[in-house]
Nanobody, 120 residues
Framework: VQLQASGGGLVQAGGSLRLSCAAAGSILSINVMGWYRQTPGKQRDLVARITSGENTNYADSVKGRFTISRDNAKNTVYLQMDSLKPEDTAEYYC???????????????WGKGTLVTVSS
């Protein structure tokens, strides 16, 4: 199983970006999908998560600005980021809690990061 994230880049403050993360492989079922972010020397923090029933949770710092969504047919999760601020600058990682066809339990899978840089 691989998670491929894309959509990062450089944007001015107040601008928007849309991140995508597609899971591929012998996937049987995906439970929760989410986005995390990390800056150098700090821990990786939750940005937003979405369950298979499309219940969502957001970090307080992004509420009202970021929107998470998923396309179950494509095993893909999205993060629409609006009104970006310089403090949103970070490496963004996607995570999926999923079960493969070869497994009897769910586990975490992480994608490689995609860098988001917001200039002031």
């Amino acid at each position: 199983v691989q998670l491929q994230a894309s959509g990062g880049g450089l944007v001015q403050a107040g601008g928007s970006l849309r991140l995508s993360c597609a899971a591929a492989g012998s996937i049987l079922s995906i439970n929760v999908m989410g986005w995390y972010r990390q800056t150098p020397g700090k821990q990786r923090d939750l940005v937003a998560r979405i369950t298979s029933g499309e219940n969502t949770n957001y970090a307080d710092s992004v509420k009202g600005r970021f929107t998470i969504s998923r396309d179950n047919a494509k095993n893909t999760v999205y993060l629409q980021m609006d009104s970006l601020k310089p403090e949103d600058t970070a490496e963004y990682y996607c995570k999926a809690v999923l079960r493969t066809m070869q497994s009897s339990y769910y586990r975490d899978y992480w994608g490689k990061g995609t860098l988001v840089t917001v200039s002031s």
